[in-house]
């Protein structure tokens, strides 16, 4: 069935640091690939989202591309924050599937001022 | 806008009991999903629910059970609790339809903690 690895964490960065968090996908046809965050004592958010091959999706900094040659969504930031420190989550909607989320483990981000 | 709102937020049971948990979506949202969050398998999805059918199910025992309502309000029920069913529940809510699949942003609530004893 299809399926989400991310890297394990935790990940812990120093303040300006270059972040990267892997994430590697396993499905059928072409289903829209999406990267979730959960800060702490909060609710998950959706942070960006890619829903075809090539596509690059971006938001407060982050950015992740859909690469199908590779089955890969990797999430990146030039410079992070304290304030980013939080569980990521890469996910996967399989095609033809609407509202499912497929999650990956998650990856918790400790970033030192 | 008011955001998803899940109740109770906190729930202790006992093992063989029952539970029912409730998830309010968005004003004008018509989708509602269901997701199962513990350490050890991670987030799962449970079952999705448009204008009151199931459209979407995971893989889950059918002791897991949902329904929704013409309001959109969605209810959860586990019964035959086990140890193992202790977790976060997590709904989510979306217009359900716009675009393709996946290109509804899906709105989380806070969650429904569930300890069984």
């Known amino acids: 069935g299809d399926s989400v690895t991310q890297m394990e964490g935790p990940v812990t960065l120093s303040e300006e640091a270059f972040l990267t968090i892997n994430c590697t996908y396993t499905?059928?046809?072409?289903?829209?690939l999406f990267w979730y965050v959960q800060y702490p004592g909060e609710g998950l958010q959706l942070l960006l989202k890619?829903?075809?091959?090539?596509d690059k999706g971006s938001n407060k900094g982050f950015e992740a591309t859909y690469r199908k040659e590779t089955t890969s969504f990797h999430l990146e930031k030039g410079s992070v924050q304290v304030s980013d420190s939080a569980v990521y989550f890469c996910?996967?909607?399989?095609?033809?599937?609407?509202?499912?989320?497929?999650f990956g483990t998650g990856t918790l981000l400790a970033v030192q001022p | 806008k008011a955001g998803v709102t899940q109740t109770p937020r906190y729930l202790i049971k006992t093992r063989g009991q029952q539970v029912t948990l409730s998830c309010s979506p968005i004003?004008?949202?018509?989708?509602v999903s269901w997701y199962q969050q513990t350490p050890g398998q991670g987030l799962q999805f449970l079952f999705e629910?448009?204008?009151?059918?199931?459209?979407n199910k995971g893989n889950f025992p059918g002791r897991f059970s949902g329904r929704q309502f013409s309001n959109s309000r969605s209810e959860m029920n586990v019964s035959t609790l086990e140890l193992g069913d202790s977790a976060l529940y997590l709904c989510?809510?979306?217009?359900?339809?716009?675009?393709?699949?996946?290109?509804?942003?899906?709105?989380f609530g806070p969650g429904t903690r569930l300890t069984v004893l």
């Open positions: 989510a809510s979306s217009s359900g339809t716009s675009g393709g699949a996946g290109t509804n942003e899906q709105f």
């Open positions: 499905a059928t046809g072409y289903p829209s």
């Open positions: 890619a829903t075809k091959a090539d």
């Open positions: 996910a996967l909607t399989p095609s033809g599937a609407t509202n499912k989320l497929i």
């Open positions: 004003s004008g949202h018509r989708s």
């Open positions: 629910y448009f204008s009151e059918t199931q459209r």
